[in-house]
């Protein structure tokens, strides 16, 4: 099939990111994909190679539109350009057209998948967008797992990647990778890394700059200096396999946004999540429902341990300890992993919903 895939870069580099996966993904399977962007930028780091079979485009507005593909997905509710929609209504077989969601473990996403969107069911033109929410169970459109990536990641060889980041790995350390918003827990975390051996590869952003308000020293890409026991390591914005492979390179990760907690899970190490902060505190009902989920455990110490460091990572509990959760998580997490890989992932449920309705 052709897709179209139109996406806004609002903030931060979750729009893109999650868009780029999928269309790499799509193109992986046979598709071809149009990724219309207003804004590329991000992609001169995060893909310098491109991919073959996606298109990358810009959205600039006066676009002399070109005929629209099978499938036409508007990121998160994006609204597409309307020289592009009266291109679509022209089709004899009108596109799908799709609206994919952001992701949450909210109850509401279960209601919501697959609806067609009301205001724009439009029958004169035959164009009918349908709202596609990812998720974590399965009456969700699932998460993005391309084909591969459990094999890849079985066969990844942490101490040669480590040694190529620039650090390495001495004896008894333990990587801890960070990728936050600002966040008032860094201090915290550095203080009990500072106790024993371990490595922090820090991100670009707000990461570094976190890390260097903290410690009156800001981690430079490809510097490394020592805090106690603990080395810090500066890293380069990395292209995206090389994003995952630093997930799976750290025995604790802490992720924030939608995709890094997506490769998170698949990574399958201890993981803490900084959701992106919202005014009126709507990032609370986001995280309890993840919670809910993630720590659906039977044992309900280990569980309040793992609620305990999510709370106080975003800034809702103080006393956040990495030690303590990475010593509950498999009791807390257990089964949990497993039950999202036994689920479809949410490119072939997409194919497959587009074929259905199509
Ligand atoms: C640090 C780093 C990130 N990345 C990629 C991984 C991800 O695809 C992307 C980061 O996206 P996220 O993890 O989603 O986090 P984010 O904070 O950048 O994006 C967020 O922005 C908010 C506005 C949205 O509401 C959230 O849903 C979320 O998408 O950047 C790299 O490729 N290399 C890097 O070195």
Redesign the pocket.
């Known amino acids: 099939m052709r897709w179209d895939v139109f996406c806004r870069v ?6 893109v ?2 868009c ?2 999928l269309a790499c993904d799509l193109a992986g399977r046979g598709h071809a994909v149009r990724l219309w962007l207003d804004d590329a930028a ?1 992609l001169a ?2 893909a310098p190679a491109g991919a073959s079979g996606v298109e990358v485009l810009p959205w600039d507005g006066a676009a002399d539109w070109p005929q629209p593909g099978d499938v036409v997905i508007e990121a998160f509710g994006c609204e597409l350009p309307q020289g592009f929609v009266a291109r679509m209504a022209e089709r004899p077989a009108p596109p799908q057209w799709i609206n994919l969601e ?2 949450s473990a909210e109850d509401y996403v279960e209601r919501c998948h697959g609806l067609p969107s009301p205001r724009y069911v439009e029958p004169g033109a035959g164009l009918i967008k349908r709202f596609f929410y990812p998720g974590f169970t399965p009456a969700t459109g699932g998460l993005l797992r391309e084909p591969g990536l459990l094999e890849a990641r079985a066969a990844f060889d942490r101490e040669a990647w480590l040694q190529r980041l620039g650090p390495g790995r001495r004896p008894r350390e333990r990587v801890v990778s960070l ?1 936050c ?1 600002p966040n008032p827990a860094v201090p915290a975390l550095l203080g009990e890394l500072a106790e024993s051996p371990h490595l922090l590869l820090v ?3 707000h990461a570094a700059r976190a890390v260097g308000e903290a410690l009156g020293r800001v981690p430079q890409p490809g510097a490394v200096f020592e805090v106690g026991l603990a080395r810090v390591a500066g ?6 396999p ?2 995952d492979r ?1 997930l799976w390179a750290s025995d604790l990760n802490l ?7 997506v ?1 998170a899970v698949w990574a399958g190490q201890p993981f803490v999540w900084q959701l ?1 902060p919202q005014s009126d505190d709507a990032h609370r009902l986001k995280l309890e429902a993840f919670l809910g989920r993630l720590a659906g455990t039977s044992d309900h110490e280990a569980a309040r341990t793992l609620r305990q460091a999510f709370l106080a990572w975003n800034g809702f509990a103080t006393g956040f300890s990495a030690a303590a959760l990475q010593e509950v998580w498999p009791r807390a997490t257990a089964g949990w992993r497993d039950g999202l890989l036994a689920q479809d992932d949410l490119t072939t449920q997409l194919v497959r919903f587009v074929s259905r309705t199509g």
């Open positions: 609002i903030d931060n580099y979750g729009d990111g999650v780029w996966r991000a780091w995060m952001y992701l990728f918003y991100t670009p952003g890293l380069p914005a990395l292209p995206q090389e994003f630093l992720v924030r946004g939608e995709d890094s907690l490769r992106y």
